[in-house]
């Protein structure tokens, strides 16, 4: 089993930024990807940003140009560097990662993840 921890949610006012991070414990998982999703009270979880373990990154249309996500596979953790914070990314963020070998037209959806961290909160406020 792989066990995944995040870390770095808060509270931060609009256009903001914060640091989210993720470590990944046990099995070690080759040919991975990693990255973040999102749930907002009331919505269901969406994706936000993920990276393969080869580099190839994707990100949802509402943070492209303001979210980086990095990974270091050395030591299994993956980032996610938030600048200029909305209110509308308020949520509990998650850490998602999974071992099948997916292509980019699939990286963004949810079901293809098999691990998943407890998440953590990120509140902007307006």
């Known amino acids: 089993q792989v066990q995944l921890v995040e870390s770095g949610g808060g509270l931060v006012q609009t256009g903001g930024s914060l640091t989210l991070a993720c470590t990944a414990s046990?099995?070690?998982?080759?040919?991975?990807?990693m990255g973040w999703f999102r749930q907002a009270p009331g919505k269901e979880r969406e994706f936000v940003a993920v990276r393969r373990n080869d580099g190839a990154t994707a990100y949802a249309d509402s943070v492209k140009g303001r979210f980086t996500i990095s990974r270091d596979n050395a030591k299994k953790s993956v980032s996610l560097r938030m600048d200029s914070l909305k209110p509308e990314d308020t949520a509990v963020y998650y850490c998602?990662?999974?071992?099948?070998?997916?292509?980019?037209?699939?990286?963004?959806?949810?079901?293809?993840?098999?691990?998943w961290g407890e998440g953590t909160q990120v509140t902007v406020s307006s």
């Open positions: 046990g099995r070690t998982v080759r040919d991975n990807v």
């Open positions: 998602a990662a999974t071992s099948r070998r997916l292509i980019i037209t699939t990286m963004s959806m949810s079901v293809y993840y098999d691990y």
